[in-house]
């Protein structure tokens, strides 16, 4: 098993980490950097990998730093499997609309300023329409402490991470080469220590 990272590593925005196992290749989460221009500028950059080469997205939950770049994953070729709990696609479709108007928004103001002061048109990181295709990639749905076969070889179990409704740690356990191993992804497990719903299930040691 590989994994590589390619956000939250040196920060706490972005979450998106690569998995491959065999010749499956999933993503656990894909948010947004957040925290000014330069970042609003990175998550524009490449992801280090061939968006159309990911059989399989875990998320989370529908924090914007945990989602906010699946619709670009899309729009950029991504046709795999998001799979995540019940109420976690429900707000990310909330928080992925929201955050295609406000891209909108961003890219009027911006276009104006270019007209008074020269400068090239600014287009948004994605649209709702690629919002719209995002959902579609929704899957199958995990309930919390039920182990799901994600695909042959490697199945992921959701537990509550007390964060924000529908939010989970996830563990994943791979078989390759008749070895088995397991990784534990810990998502925001509480709120700064102070759950807002119910106080986080412990997740397994890996």
Known sequence: MEMQFYGAAGGVTGSCHFLRVGDKKLLIDCGMFQGGHDLEEENRTEFGFDAKDIDYLLLTHAHLDHCGRIPLLVKRGFRGEIITTSATRELARLVLMDAAGLA???????????????????????????????????????????????????????????????????????????????IVYSGDLGNRGKPILNPPTPAPQA
């Open 104 to 182: 909108a928004e961003e890219a009027r103001r911006s276009n104006r300023r270019h007209q008074r002061q020269g400068g090239a048109e600014t287009t948004p990181i994605y649209d709702i329409t690629d919002v719209l295709d995002t959902m579609d990639r929704f899957g199958r749905s995990a309930d919390y402490g039920q182990k799901i076969e994600v695909c042959p070889g490697v199945s992921a179990t959701f537990g509550d991470a007390g964060h924000i409704l529908g939010s989970a740690w996830i563990l994943v356990e791979a078989s390759e080469a008749g070895r088995q191993q397991r």
